[in-house]
């Protein structure tokens, strides 16, 4: 299940109330590049902009690192949307496992445990697929390279690891074919819109 569309909006305003910062405006342009990319596959794409902008819906928890996904996850599940916890669970493990995580693991043990068991109970679909290309793909000033963005995290953090790097890039050219058609012709460059 998920809210509706402008349930999910409402959601996300309440949350950068909690939580101020860059990841509400990122989490939009992930929605926006999910919905029009959605649109060129034939997916749903009010599903798929809605998921979008779920993705990181934990972060109105606070400053953190992989709490967000656990704190996303638990959070969608509290409120009966599972398809949207799945997303928020997924959206930073796009080869499976929690050990390619960039950031800090500042979560328990049952909640690092409970990551793990999740994310193994899942089989990737395109909407965790799609999800995981927008979100290499967004900030929060709009849409930028992937490359970029990944060499941006990997400044910012240290590293970025090379099957996740190249995990990323193997989900642009996926999309790519699916949508006959580059990867910014179709998401263009978009800023954030409240």
Known sequence: MLPSRSEAEQLLRESEKL?????????????????RIAL??????EKAYIVGLLHDIGRRFGVKHLAHVADGYSYMLFKGWDEAARIC???SFNNGTVEEYIG???????????????????????YDRLIQLCDSVADARGVVDIEERMGDVKR???RYPLPKWNK???LK??????MGKDLYTVIGRSSPQK
């Not at 050219?173 to 699916?178: R, S, V």
Request: net charge negative.
């Open 104 to 126: 800090r693991f500042d979560v328990t043990d049952e909640e690092l445990g409970m990551l793990r068991a999740a994310l193994a109970s899942v089989e990737m679909d395109d």
């Open 168 to 170: 990323n890039l193997e």
């Open 156 to 158: 910012r953090y240290g």
């Open 19 to 35: 939580n101020p910062g860059p990841w509400g405006d990122h989490s939009r342009v992930v929605a926006r590049c999910a919905e």
């Open 89 to 91: 669970l997924t959206h």
């Open 173 to 178: 050219a996926l999309f790519e074919t699916k």
């Open 40 to 45: 060129e596959c034939g997916m749903d794409a």
